[in-house]
């Protein structure tokens, strides 16, 4: 997805993170000319009044004028970039604000997903302070400029209730894609009314950004009927998410059989972990090779077939998940022949 299409989100995602600002104190500018011909760049805007101060540890710096630029999960920030942006800052100055001697009340904040190792280099070769963690992990603030500068890399950001609005932005972290997401969806779920956290839990689940084992994290703080009408809702949105519904409920009888529930014979209870097996290897890993299925089949121990839909939820790869068949496929046919 181009990085123009990620704009919108981004904007959405850093009006969730400031949701705590009073209102009328921050005023947020998605879309700002700079000048009469196009510039290749996503600049927004963040203007705050002077008197307020902001929890969010990327809002700590802000000072009366704050630019941002970003880039996609899928882009990174170059070495240029940052010059690109102390330019923009002074243009932005020049054009909206000529009145100004200083750059007192302006700040610049660069944001990636991923750690923008070149543009770290380059600062370090012209002997700029860069101060990590400050005021939290993964910001960086940049000592020596005229104004204020910080680079917010996301996926080094450590704290949930920080990095829970940029969850569509995190790239190669598992668990705290999953961490971040889950509560994302559970803030959602507790306050479907926030338009920010509806438009980002929306743009996760249509842009199926939310993993199997996130939906089952979702499921099991989801205590009300009303809570879960409305993730269904936006479940709706998208065809993956509806099947893995399915799937979800057929889990949670196929547990509840492992747990001592007598109704029915053994081997419809097996016939059944089979078929949920087989379902999710459909929905995760479609187009799938007829043996995987024909795998799932040869094994007939109960046990061993709960504790296979667990690896499978856990497994990060393909591969991973063929080995968690290999391997229970495996222990089926040493338990058969002792």
């Not at 604000?97 to 600062?123: G, I, K, N, Q, Y």
Request: proline share 6%; aromatic share 8%; net charge negative.
């Amino acid at each position: 997805m181009p990085n123009k299409q990620w704009h919108p989100v981004f904007v959405t995602a850093l009006k969730e993170a400031l949701v705590d600002a009073p209102p009328g104190q921050v005023e947020i500018q998605a879309e700002v000319a700079l000048s009469s011909r196009p510039l290749d760049v996503d600049v927004i805007i963040i203007k705050k009044k002077a008197d307020i101060a902001l929890n969010h540890p990327v809002a700590r710096v802000f000072r009366r004028y704050n630019l941002f630029e970003f880039k996609s999960p899928v882009d990174y920030l170059e070495a240029n970039d940052f010059d690109k942006g102390l330019a923009l800052v002074r243009l932005y100055k020049v054009i909206e604000h000529p009145e100004a001697l200083l750059l007192d009340d302006f700040t610049l904040t660069l944001v990636s997903s991923s750690h923008p190792r070149a543009m770290m280099e380059m600062l370090n070769a012209r002997q700029l302070k860069v101060q990590a963690g400050v005021p939290a992990a993964g910001i960086y603030q940049v000592k020596g400029e005229m104004f204020v500068v910080q680079v917010v890399v996301i996926n080094e950001l450590e704290d949930p209730e920080v990095l829970y609005p940029f969850a569509p932005f995190i790239t190669g972290q598992r668990r705290k894609e999953t961490q971040a997401t889950v509560l994302l969806l559970k803030k959602f779920l507790q306050d479907p009314s926030n338009p920010y956290r509806k438009d980002l839990a929306e743009f996760t689940i249509e842009n199926e950004l939310v993993l199997p084992e996130e939906m089952e994290e979702v499921q099991q703080i989801m205590y009300s009927p009303e809570e879960r009408q409305r993730m269904k809702e936006i479940f709706n949105k998208s065809p993956i998410m509806q099947e893995w519904l399915k799937e979800w409920s057929e889990q949670a009888k196929i547990e509840g059989l492992a747990k001592g529930r007598a109704e029915g014979a053994r081997e419809g209870k097996i016939e059944k972990a089979q078929d949920a097996i087989c379902t999710y290897l459909k929905i995760k890993y479609a187009p799938l090779a007829p043996e995987w299925l024909a795998k799932v089949r040869e094994i007939n121990n109960l046990e061993l077939l709960d504790a296979m839909l667990v690896r499978l939820f856990q497994a990060a790869t393909k591969e991973e998940a063929q080995a968690v068949i290999a391997q229970a496929l495996e222990k089926a046919n040493v338990s058969s022949s002792t």
